[in-house]
């Protein structure tokens, strides 16, 4: 029902009930009878009843309106991001595909396959990412417990999880790029540290969330050339869009952690 029919329902129910209780009980037979008090008392019963029943409908009429509002808001603003993500990985491509063409006329084979990796690691979340539909309404928790759970399958590193997080505290478009940071960080993980044992903390707040990625691999030092760093570069331009800070810290065999904090968008 459109907010025109209820408008146009909300005038005429009040009009029609007590002008045609008027009506009656001035002209019509059976209410000639009645004294005035005793109608006063009859409508005002009579009008409270009728008023009760019809906000009660008209209310729950609005907000299941207003709940598939949402919803479909919500679907479109997932599919307008991953249209974006889309976007970025075609682009992405393009340009590692070209990069890739160079290395390998110069020889450079180690740069070549740092690229083939990056290409790889990018194809494989996208795919992920657009199995789900959105109209599926998995929660970020869920989605991030489903896709941990096939890498600790596939890479059989122990994995610790703790994930604390309010349904909806997200909008679409943060939850799709949050789980990227995710998929990326574990991804580099499993291709590069050799560790035995990695860990996500991620717990929101009121005002403010916070994601925690740990493992106890092999790490890197500032100025080492590896595939994971073109992975890392991705995640801080990611973290920039979201308007949240990264910090990233590794010690050579003593692991990496990676910190990402935000703050509640009203």
Do not use: C
């Amino acid at each position: 029902m459109s907010y025109r029919d209820l408008k146009w329902i909300t005038i005429l129910i009040p009009t029609i009930l007590i002008g045609g209780f008027e009506f009656l009980r001035h002209s019509g037979p059976f209410l000639q009878g009645m004294s005035m008090e005793t109608g006063n008392y009859f409508i005002t019963i009579l009008t409270f009843i009728v008023s009760l029943s019809f906000s009660n409908w008209m209310f729950k009429t609005i907000k299941e309106q207003n709940n598939r509002i949402s919803s479909e808001r919500e679907i479109r603003a997932i599919y307008e991001e991953r249209e974006r993500l889309a976007k970025e990985l075609h682009d992405n491509i393009a340009q590692t595909l070209f990069l890739l063409k160079v290395h390998l006329k110069k020889g450079k084979l180690n740069e070549a396959q740092v690229l083939v990796n990056s290409i790889d690691s990018n194809l494989r979340q996208a795919i992920y990412n657009l199995r789900t539909s959105p109209s599926e309404h998995v929660t970020l928790s869920k989605r991030i417990e489903n896709w941990l759970d096939d890498w600790n399958t596939v890479s059989g590193i122990d994995l610790k999880l703790s994930i604390s997080i309010n349904e909806n505290y997200f909008t679409p478009a943060e939850e799709v790029q949050l789980f990227s940071l995710i998929q990326e960080a574990f991804t580099n993980i499993r291709k590069h540290s050799d560790a035995k044992y990695g860990s996500l903390h991620f717990e929101t707040h009121p005002n403010e969330w916070k994601l925690i990625i740990e493992d106890n691999g092999r790490g890197f030092s500032e100025n080492e050339i590896l595939p994971s760093k073109y992975g890392l570069l991705m995640m801080k331009e990611t973290v920039s869009k979201l308007g949240t800070t990264i910090d990233i810290s590794s010690e050579k065999n003593r692991g990496s952690k990676i910190i990402i904090k935000g703050v509640k968008k009203q």
